[in-house]
């Protein structure tokens, strides 16, 4: 198990009721603030001054005070785009030209705290990792990963549209744009779809029928089979393509259902509006961790599906591979096909399509294995593969690549299979 804290790292929030934000008149205000106007209207947030010594001092002391107090393990710093640019990443749209990068929008004294930071973790405990949530994204500043941030985006988007728009290019595009060897948590989902105000990919799918047809007793709904169904295959592809590390969040990797949301009363901004509360509820506040448990509900087959994926990362350390080939993207047939690593990934999001003798590119021959199926009853679907067949390369061509196999890719399904040796 690893602990890694969040740090907020461009403000503290500007509510007083909240932390530090009630001694915004004291001395620790004009060290860590400045004296200026330093209120980001949006956010609502107190941004820091990063050219006082006495705020650094405080800054990165908080850091180096996590580690040695709580022995974590890292961290994930937030707001990193709102540190590193006067502009805050407000209204920019970052193309990857350089020159939005290193131009005068740069905040100088907020990279080298970034810097200063980071060398100051990695020098105390070399083995805790950084994580930067930046969307720029600016990289390096000693950072271990980049929050790969427009993934979750990218899902939410697609999952407000019919199966029938989702673009396969455009979901590929997504998960690799990053830079070369540039390293990328990714994950489908967090914190931000989970919280109050958003739906998780899970309600998202299949909305009012987790109420009612969750349970194996009761008969299932196409919406319920689309949505677990989906729900595999976008984690899955996820984790494939979209960085060297993956992220989970609190229950909604078996697709836990609801929100969270904490007890609050109403809030008071400095712009005189008020965010109403939810009367100091407890009822959104918990994670049923027990549903992923439950052999008697759907939620255990997506949970034994998780840690599937999780097993086959640890056997074959895909993530951590330096190949990676996306050898098809085809429109009109919805289906997604890559190499990472030693293993192929054959993905058919067609919601009613099945192909037989499909056949697939790769770049090693030899005889392949499937190594995991989507379908498979335990992950609750319908067993439509024979996971004991034997799939044989031919020298055939295919896809830009030198041997090719063919294949059963059911509709809706995610499979992956693996070269043997014997």
Not at 34 to 51: A, D, E, K, P, W
Request: glycine share 10%; aromatic share 16%.
């Amino acid at each position: 198990m690893v602990v890694r804290g969040a740090i907020i790292g461009c403000g503290i929030p500007a509510y007083s009721i909240m932390g530090v934000g009630k001694y915004v008149t004291s001395e620790f205000y004009v060290c860590v603030f400045g004296n200026g106007s330093s209120l980001h209207v949006t956010l609502s947030l107190h941004i820091y001054t990063f050219c006082s010594y006495p705020g650094f001092e405080i800054l990165l002391s908080n850091a180096r005070w996590w580690l040695e107090e709580y022995k974590f393990d890292g961290f994930r710093f937030d707001g990193v785009t709102s540190m590193m640019y006067t502009h805050h990443g407000l209204q920019v749209a970052f193309t990857g030209n350089y020159g939005e990068y290193f131009g005068f929008a740069t905040d100088v004294d907020a990279v080298v705290y970034l810097m200063l930071v980071n060398d100051l973790i990695h020098g105390l405990y070399p083995e805790a990792v950084a994580i930067g949530e930046d969307v720029s994204p600016y990289g390096g500043v000693g950072f271990d990963y980049r929050l790969h941030m427009a993934v979750p985006d990218k899902w939410i988007e697609l999952l407000k549209q019919s199966d029938e728009s989702w673009k396969m290019g455009d979901i590929v595009h997504t998960l690799t744009n990053r830079r070369w060897l540039e390293k990328c948590v990714t994950y489908a989902e967090s914190h931000d779809q989970a919280l109050v105000g958003d739906k998780t990919i899970a309600f998202w799918l299949m909305d009012k029928d987790m109420y009612d047809f969750m349970a194996l007793d009761r008969p299932s709904t196409p919406r319920i089979d689309r949505g677990i169904a989906l729900h595999k295959m976008i984690r899955l592809v996820t984790m494939g393509l979209g960085g060297e590390g993956y992220l989970n969040f609190m229950g909604n990797e078996f697709g836990h259902p609801e929100w969270i949301d904490f007890p609050r009363g109403p809030q008071s901004l400095p712009n005189g509006s008020v965010i109403p509360g939810n009367n100091n509820s407890f009822d959104k506040c918990r994670r049923r961790f027990d549903l992923g448990d439950a052999d008697y509900l759907r939620y255990r087959g997506m949970q034994e599906f998780d840690q599937a994926m999780q097993h086959l990362e640890e056997k074959y350390e895909f993530m951590t591979s330096e190949h990676q080939y996306v050898s098809r993207k085809h429109e009109e047939d919805k289906v997604i096909i890559f190499e990472r690593g030693d293993l192929v990934f054959v993905f058919n999001f067609h919601w009613s399509n099945s192909y037989f003798d499909y056949r697939v590119g790769c770049l090693k021959p030899g005889k392949y294995k499937m190594v995991l199926d989507s379908d498979d009853g335990l992950f609750g679907g319908f067993s439509r593969l024979d996971h004991d067949a034997e799939y044989f390369t031919a020298d055939w061509p295919h896809d830009n690549r030198p041997c090719s196999f063919s294949v059963y890719a059911p509709s809706r399904t995610a499979v992956v299979y693996a070269l043997t040796e014997d």
